[in-house]
Structure formats: C-alpha cells, structure tokens
C-alpha cells in the first residue's frame, strides 16, 4: 500500500509556495483553457504531417535526417499531452469521457497504456521522495552508476527497460486494473504494427527506415532520457523544495518539449496546465532567491551524468570524496 510519502515529508512546503504568489494570481495559473490546448495539439498533429510529408516526398539525407528528429520529438511530446489528461489539466469542467478518450489517443503513438501511465505518474507525484513507493524512482532510474549503463537509455534499450519497470509496478495493482492495461497495450502494438505495415507496404523499405523505425527507436529514447535528466535526478534529499531540478528558463526548450522542463513547476503545482508553467516560473522567482534553488542546464546536466557520473536522485554540485562541498545558500 503507498502511504503518500511527499505529503508527509514536505513539513510547512505547502504554506510557504502559497504564500510566495498572491492568491489571484496563483488561481489565474491555474484556470484552464481547453482551447489553448488542442490548439498546441494542432499544431503538432501539422508539423507531424508537414515533417512526415517532407520525408516521404524528399529521399536526401539533408531533408531526413531532421524530419527524423521532429518526428521522434514529437512522439514523445504526445507523453507530455497525456501527462496533462492525467492531471485533468485540459478542460475548464470536468469531462470523464472525453479525457479517457483523450488519453487513450495521446497515449498511442509512445505505445504506452493510457491507464498505466496514470496510476504510474500519480503514484510518482504522491511518493516523490521515497526509495520504494515511487515508481519511478524504484523501478526506472538506473540502479547501475556506469556510463554504458545510463547510455542504454538513449538507445532502443529503452523499451525493454522502461515495459519492464512498468511490468513490476503493474503487478501490484488490481487484478480489474491489469486486464485494463494489458488490453490498452495489445491495442497499441495493434496499433504500431498496422502503421509500420502500412508505410513498408505504400513506401517501402527506406521509407519505413526513416519515417517510423529512426524516429521511434533512434530519436524518441535520447529525448526521453534528456527530459528525464531535467526531473529528479540533481536533488538535495534533505531538502524537500529541492526534490526536483529547476531548469534555466527557455522558449526553445518550451517549444520543443511543451514546457515540460518546468518540472519543478509543475511538481508545486500540479494543477497549472502547461501553457501556463513559463509564468508560473517568473512567478516563482522571490521563492527560489529565498530558498536557494538555482538553476541548471541539459548541457550541465549532461556533462554531470555522462562525464562525472553522477548517481541519480542525489546532490549533484557536492564536491567528490574528499573535497570539501561548496557553501549552498539556504534561505
């Protein structure tokens, strides 16, 4: 059973976020405007198309390649579109058929159960902070501190490793729950098998290569891990405001991750929808003076994990065994 970990770790955290932002503005933050939703969603269904449209019609690499990038990317964007389904962060009122219908359809291009992925990332916001009872730290993060190990992740190694961390997480839950996922997954392969099909038999080989294969296997793993590296893994575990990693504030990476790199953001207030996490940042900005939180880059948080080889969920700016840590502004 998960006992809600963060809940009873955070001390008086709570108080102190609400009390960093006026309260207009904080429910300003948080009103939800389904249009400014699907109208993201509309735009990535049109540079999908657009991109898939160029590699189909243009065989040069120099065309490929970044169609390959931009469809990769945009598979796993539909992660970040489900991820706001779950958090009911998408109409004004609540609509429970549309939003299963709506997760059921972000969900397919990734491949994931819509169901799993909702238990699994609820659970993570509920036991953030605990060994044990967040899924993701329990079963996802490496618990093998080796470069070669960690590149796995980047690589079509990480399907294997990611349905067998929700293989475990999965067996505990209901049996009802299970079937539902099993189902929600049969359909997705279903699903994967019939495009793949589809753009092998109309196109070919070399279409099927750099439309579904590359963007799928090659792209969406390296984006996934860089997004990943930006959540939980430079944390100071004494510290619950520190339990995730602020990001540098940046349009591109907004763009082309759908503000998911306001991870911290988000993890304060889970209810902000994401076109809406920018401001909740600047928002923010007195708080993270007052407590200390500077933030980081991917580039810096690449060359610590790869370079340095870093352990994850750990503080990552210590100094190594035997130098003496660097001062840390409190608050």
């Known amino acids: 059973m998960k006992q809600g970990f963060y809940t009873k770790s955070i001390g008086d955290l709570k108080r102190r976020l609400s009390s960093a932002i006026p309260r207009e503005e904080l429910k300003s933050l948080h009103r939800r405007v389904a249009f400014r939703h699907f ?17 189909w019609r243009y065989p040069e690499l120099w065309v490929r390649i970044p169609v390959a990038l931009v469809l990769g990317f945009i598979v796993f964007d539909f992660t970040v579109l489900l991820h706001e389904v ?93 079937k539902v996922i099993a189902r929600e ?20 080989l070399e279409r099927l290569l750099w439309l579904y294969v590359i963007p799928v296997f090659l792209v969406f793993p390296p984006a996934f891990t860089l997004n990943r590296l930006g959540q939980h893994y430079d944390v100071v ?23 998911s790199n306001y991870h911290l953001e988000h993890h304060y207030f889970p209810g902000v929808p994401f076109y809406r996490l920018p401001a909740l940042a600047r928002a923010l900005a007195g ?37 003496p840590p660097p001062a840390r502004k409190t608050g």
Do not use: C, M
Request: glycine share 6%; net charge positive.
């Open 86 to 178: 779950v958090h009911r962060a998408v109409f004004a009122k609540d609509r429970p058929a549309l939003t299963r219908l709506l997760g059921l359809a972000y969900a397919l291009p990734s491949g994931i159960s819509a169901t799993q992925f909702t238990r699994w990332h609820l659970d993570h916001h509920a036991e953030l902070g605990s060994f044990t009872d967040d899924p993701k730290r329990a079963h996802l993060s490496p618990k093998r501190n080796a470069r070669w190990f960690k590149l796995l992740y980047a690589t079509p190694a990480l399907f294997p490793i990611y349905f067998r961390a929700a293989r475990k997480e999965t067996a505990t839950y209901p049996a009802d729950i299970q």
């Open 287 to 323: 708080f993270y003076e007052k407590e200390g939180i500077s933030p980081r880059t991917y580039r810096g948080l690449l060359f610590d994990w790869f370079v340095r080889n870093r352990k994850p969920h750990t503080d990552w700016r210590l100094a190594p065994a035997g130098a």
């Open 237 to 259: 575990s004494e510290e619950p405001a520190k339990w995730s990693t602020r990001l540098v504030p940046s349009r591109l990476w907004g763009f082309i991750y759908l503000n």
């Open 185 to 204: 997954r049969l359909a997705a392969i279903a699903f994967h098998l019939a495009i793949a099909s589809s753009i092998g038999f109309l196109g070919g």
């Open 39 to 55: 109208a993201v969603t509309a735009r990535q269904a049109a540079l999908f198309s657009l991109a898939f449209w160029a590699g």
